[in-house]
């Protein structure tokens, strides 16, 4: 993947079995044709498409760790949507070009939406997005977890159960998982789709029937910024399903990643 360097200074580039801070590579491969990059979840880390990079070996499969969290956690976490696409678009920009799929769940749906239109608007675009557990950009709801005290933000979190039990329990993983998922909560909560930001490849949409933060027609709503295509498919469990589904998900994934190597 490339990108215009009259919009964007080029970086050195990223060896194709390499890790930045951004970038984190589980199964390395040089000898990959296509591509998978993973946008985790308000509070999540790269390592939680730990099975997904499992799934596909041969491919080059990207996670993404936003700073804040992990081995970043020491770093401020970036509360703006837009500045964070900035970021993870720069990045990806140093990567070799192959073909490319974005894969963005809850918050990282948008961040996903946003980078891949930057990339498009570079000449450089993914061959195909696919968004889950979050509702199109172009609907909106007044939602303030990043305000709540603590215990709301884990009220929040385990209703949307996309936290192990063990990890709830544990007060010291708490506290550092905290500011991480409330800086995530602050910039997706802030988020207003910017009018005629649309894509011209291919976008999928996932959801679950049973999504407290999400419905159905919500999920639709991604069809009115793709240009290029759209899909949809829905599955009777709540937001988490890309673990409860994960052979159905990966399923679609593989079908994505076919479609832009033909």
């Given at each position: 993947?490339?990108?215009?360097?009259?919009?964007?200074?080029?970086?050195?580039?990223?060896?194709?079995?390499?890790?930045?801070?951004?970038?984190?590579?589980?199964?390395?491969?040089?000898?990959?044709?296509?591509?998978?990059?993973?946008?985790?979840?308000?509070?999540?880390?790269?390592?939680?498409?730990?099975?997904?990079?499992?799934?596909?070996?041969?491919?080059?499969?990207v996670a993404l760790q936003y700073p804040g969290r992990q081995d970043r956690r020491?770093?401020?976490?970036?509360?703006?949507?837009?500045?964070?696409a900035d970021l993870i678009a720069a990045e990806l920009s140093r990567l070799s070009?192959?073909?490319?799929?974005?894969?963005?769940?809850?918050?990282?749906?948008?961040?996903?939406?946003?980078?891949?239109?930057?990339?498009?608007?570079?000449?450089?675009?993914?061959?195909?997005?696919?968004?889950?557990?979050?509702?199109?950009?172009?609907?909106?709801?007044?939602?303030?977890?990043?305000?709540?005290d603590d215990d709301g933000v884990l009220a929040e979190i385990t209703l949307l159960?996309?936290?192990?039990?063990?990890?709830?329990?544990?007060?010291?993983?708490?506290?550092?998982?905290?500011?991480?998922?409330?800086?995530?909560?602050?910039?997706?909560?802030?988020?207003?789709?910017?009018?005629?930001?649309?894509?011209?490849?291919?976008?999928?949409?996932?959801?679950?029937?049973?999504?407290?933060?999400?419905?159905?027609?919500?999920?639709?709503?991604?069809?009115?910024?793709?240009?290029?295509?759209?899909?949809?498919?829905?599955?009777?469990?709540?937001?988490?399903?890309?673990?409860?589904?994960?052979?159905?998900?990966?399923?679609?994934?593989?079908?994505?990643?076919?479609?832009?190597?033909?």
């Amino acid at each position: 993947m490339t990108t215009s360097t009259e919009s964007r200074p080029a970086g050195d580039p990223i060896p194709d079995d390499g890790t930045t801070p951004w970038i984190r590579r589980y199964h390395p491969t040089r000898s990959a044709t296509r591509r998978l990059v993973c946008f985790p979840h308000a509070g999540g880390s790269a390592s939680y498409f730990h099975p997904v990079s499992a799934r596909f070996p041969d491919d080059d499969v990207v996670a993404l760790q936003y700073p804040g969290r992990q081995d970043r956690r020491h770093e401020p976490c970036v509360t703006d949507i837009d500045e964070l696409a900035d970021l993870i678009a720069a990045e990806l920009s140093r990567l070799s070009s192959l073909p490319t799929v974005f894969f963005g769940h809850s918050m990282g749906a948008t961040l996903a939406f946003e980078t891949a239109w930057r990339l498009e608007r570079d000449g450089a675009g993914p061959g195909a997005v696919v968004v889950s557990g979050r509702r199109g950009p172009t609907t909106s709801r007044d939602e303030a977890v990043h305000e709540l005290d603590d215990d709301g933000v884990l009220a929040e979190i385990t209703l949307l159960d996309g936290t192990d039990s063990a990890v709830l329990a544990d007060d010291e993983v708490l506290r550092m998982s905290l500011p991480a998922i409330r800086g995530d909560y602050t910039a997706i909560e802030g988020y207003r789709w910017t009018p005629g930001r649309t894509l011209s490849c291919p976008l999928v949409s996932l959801t679950g029937d049973a999504d407290p933060r999400t419905t159905v027609e919500e999920a639709a709503a991604w069809s009115e910024v793709a240009t290029g295509g759209f899909r949809s498919r829905v599955f009777p469990v709540g937001h988490f399903f890309i673990a409860a589904q994960a052979a159905a998900v990966q399923a679609e994934l593989a079908r994505e990643l076919d479609g832009v190597a033909r």
